[in-house]
C-alpha cells in the first residue's frame, strides 16, 4: 500500500510538472514574441491590444475557463470507480455546453465590440481587436472541453503538447500580422492611432490561429485514443447509467463556483483597466497616455510575471484530478500529504521567483525587450514582484477547495478581496494619485487578501495547516542569499562585460546559489529529491560538491 501511494505521489508529481514546464515553456515564447510585438505596437498600440485582451479574457471566463477544471473533475471521480460509459457522457455533454454558450458570448462581443470598447472602457480604436478576438472564444471553449478530459484521465502530455503549439503558432502569426497591418494601415494614412489599432489586430490575428491549431491536434490525438476508450466502456461493468440531465447539472454544479471566481479574478484586471482609465481621464490625462501606461503593465510587467505563475496554475489543474481520486479513496493522511506536498513544491519556485524579479526587474527588462527605456516597467515589477508569492498561494488553495469538493470558498474569498481590492485602488488613485503604481499595489492587495482567506477556510474545513519552515522560511532564507549574489554577481560583471552578458550571468549564478542553500539549509531533502522529475541527476550533482549532509 505504501508503494502505491509513493507511485501515485511521484505520478502526480510527474504529471504536474510536465505540464508545469510547458506552461513556463509557452509563458517564456510569450516573452520571447512580446519583444518584437511591444516594438511594433509600441505602448500605445499595447494599450489597444491589453485592453480587447481584458475583455476577451472575460468572456472565456464566463463561457469556458472553468470547463477543464469541470470536465477532468468529473472524469476523474467517474474513473476512479470504473464508471467509463458515464464519463464518455461527461465530456458529449460538455462539448454541447461549449458549443452553446462559447457561441452565444462569440456573437455578443463580435456585436458589441463598439459599445463595450466605446462606453466601458474610454478607449474606442480598441474594438477592431476585440471584434477579431471574437470567433477564438468558441474555439477555446471547445479545446478546453478536450483537454479536461485528458486531464481528468490523469495525462497530462496532450495538454502540455497542445499549450506550447498553440503559443508557437500564436507567436509566429502575431508578430507577422501586426508588422503587415501596420504596413498597410499606414499605406492608407488614415492617421497613427488607426494604424496602432490595426497593428493590435493583427496581433489578435495569432491568439485565434494558436487556439484554432491547439484544438486540431487535440482532436487528432482523441481519434487515435478512441479504440483505448471504446475498450474502457466495454469493460465497464457499473451498474449505475447517469442520465444526461444528471450529469449536466453536475456539470453546472461544477461549473458555477468555479465559473464565479474565476470571473472576479479576471474581473480584477478589468477593473483595473476601466477605473484606471476613467480616473485619469477626470485628472485631466489623455487617452494616448494612459494608453500608453496600461500597455506596459500588459506588455511588459505582466509577461514577467505571469511566468512563475504558469507553473503554479499547471499544478494545480494536475492536483485537482489526482486529488479528487485520493478523496474518493477516503483516506485523509494521503489527502492531508497531496496538499502539502503541492503547496510546498509551489513555493519552492514562487519565493524565488518573486525574489529574483525583485532585484534583476531592469536587468531582465532590458535583457527581453532590447530596450533601455524601461525604467516605469522596472520600478512597476520590483513593487510587484511580491504578488507572485501569494498568487502563486491563493491558486494553490483555489485548486485544493475545488478538489475537496468546498466549491464555493474560492468565490467567497475572491468576492471579499475584489471589494477590497476596488477600494484600495480608488483611493491609491484619488487620494495618494499614485497613477500606475495604484493599479500594481492594489494586486498585491487583491491576491494577499485571496490566499490568506483561502488559507483560513482550509483550517476551518479539514483541520488543516501548512507546515510553515520547510515551505516558507527556509526557501525565503535560501531565495534572500540568491538575490544578494545575483545582484552582486550582475554589479561585478556588468563593469566588464556590459549590462546584457552581465545578466546572463547573474540568473545560472542564482539558480545555483538558490538550489544550495535550500540543500544546506535543509530544506529539501535527498529522499525528497530523487521523487522529483531530473531528481536521480540533481542529487547525483548535489553528492558530488557536498551538499547533503
Not at 514546464?21 to 489597444?48: F, H
Not at 462539448?95 to 455578443?108: D, H, I, N, S, Y
Not at 474555439?139 to 497530462?156: D, E, T
Request: with cysteine.
Amino acid at each position: 500500500m505504501a508503494k502505491v501511494k509513493k507511485n501515485s505521489d511521484k505520478s502526480f508529481i510527474v504529471q504536474g510538472s510536465l505540464l508545469a514546464i510547458a506552461g513556463v515553456i509557452t509563458k517564456i515564447i510569450g516573452a520571447v514574441y512580446r519583444v518584437p510585438l511591444v516594438n511594433i505596437l509600441g505602448d500605445k498600440g499595447m494599450g489597444y491590444y491589453g485592453v480587447a485582451f481584458q475583455i476577451y479574457a472575460i468572456a472565456l471566463t464566463l463561457t469556458s475557463y472553468s470547463l477543464p477544471l469541470a470536465v477532468s473533475k468529473l472524469v476523474s471521480a467517474r474513473n476512479a470507480t470504473g464508471q467509463y460509459r458515464n464519463a464518455h457522457k461527461v465530456f458529449r455533454i460538455a462539448l454541447t455546453f461549449a458549443f452553446t454558450v462559447g457561441g452565444g458570448a462569440a456573437l455578443l462581443i463580435f456585436f458589441g465590440a463598439d459599445f463595450i470598447a466605446t462606453h466601458l472602457m474610454a478607449m474606442k480604436l480598441s474594438a477592431y481587436a476585440l471584434r477579431v478576438l471574437a470567433p477564438c472564444i468558441l474555439v477555446v471553449a471547445v479545446l478546453g472541453v478536450f483537454r479536461g478530459f485528458f486531464q481528468g484521465n490523469k495525462s497530462m502530455i496532450p495538454t502540455a503538447i497542445s499549450q506550447v503549439l498553440e503559443q508557437i503558432v500564436n507567436a509566429a502569426v502575431s508578430i507577422l500580422g501586426a508588422y503587415l497591418l501596420l504596413k498597410m494601415a499606414k499605406a492608407a494614412k488614415k492617421g497613427d492611432d488607426f494604424s496602432l489599432a490595426m497593428a493590435a489586430v493583427g496581433g489578435t490575428l495569432g491568439t485565434v490561429a494558436g487556439a484554432l491549431s491547439a484544438l486540431l491536434f487535440l482532436m487528432f490525438i482523441f481519434a487515435v485514443y478512441q479504440r483505448v476508450m471504446k475498450r474502457q466502456r466495454r469493460r465497464d461493468r457499473t451498474r449505475r447509467r447517469e442520465s444526461y440531465e444528471h450529469i449536466f447539472r453536475a456539470l453546472l454544479y461544477t461549473i458555477a463556483p468555479v465559473l464565479l471566481s474565476s470571473t472576479v479574478y479576471n474581473l480584477s484586471g478589468v477593473i483595473d483597466n476601466a477605473m484606471f482609465g476613467k480616473i485619469m481621464s477626470a485628472q485631466g490625462h489623455a487617452e494616448s497616455d494612459y494608453a500608453g501606461l496600461l500597455g506596459i503593465l500588459s506588455g511588459k510587467y505582466d509577461t514577467l510575471i505571469n511566468v512563475p505563475l504558469a507553473f503554479s496554475n499547471a499544478l494545480g489543474a494536475s492536483l485537482v484530478p489526482s486529488l479528487v481520486a485520493t478523496v474518493k479513496s477516503g483516506n485523509k493522511r494521503q489527502v492531508n500529504g497531496k496538499i502539502f506536498t503541492f503547496v510546498r513544491f509551489n513555493m519552492l519556485i514562487a519565493i524565488p521567483s518573486s525574489v529574483g524579479l525583485m532585484v534583476l526587474a531592469k536587468p531582465l527588462l532590458d535583457l527581453i525587450f532590447f530596450t533601455e527605456k524601461n525604467d516605469v516597467a522596472a520600478k512597476m515589477l520590483q513593487i510587484g514582484a511580491v504578488s507572485v508569492i501569494f498568487y502563486c498561494l491563493s491558486t494553490v488553495t483555489n485548486a485544493v477547495h475545488q478538489g475537496l469538493d468546498n466549491m464555493m470558498v474560492p468565490v467567497k474569498s475572491a468576492s471579499i478581496s475584489i471589494v477590497v481590492h476596488m477600494v484600495s485602488l480608488f483611493i491609491m488613485m484619488v487620494v495618494f494619485q499614485w497613477g500606475i503604481y495604484g493599479v500594481v499595489v492594489s494586486k498585491i492587495v487583491f491576491a494577499a487578501c485571496a490566499s490568506m482567506l483561502n488559507s483560513h477556510a482550509l483550517r476551518q474545513k479539514i483541520g488543516y495547516v501548512q507546515e510553515q519552515k520547510k515551505t516558507f522560511w527556509i526557501p525565503l532564507l535560501a531565495s534572500a542569499v540568491m538575490g544578494a549574489a545575483a545582484l552582486g554577481t550582475y554589479s561585478l560583471f556588468k563593469l566588464i562585460t556590459g549590462a546584457k552578458i552581465a545578466t546572463l550571468i547573474a540568473l545560472p549564478v542564482a539558480v545555483a546559489v538558490y538550489g544550495a542553500g535550500l540543500v544546506l539549509m535543509r530544506g529539501i531533502t535527498e529522499a525528497e529529491m530523487l521523487e522529483m522529475p531530473k531528481g536521480a541527476m540533481l542529487a547525483k550533482i548535489c553528492r558530488k560538491v557536498h551538499l547533503f549532509h
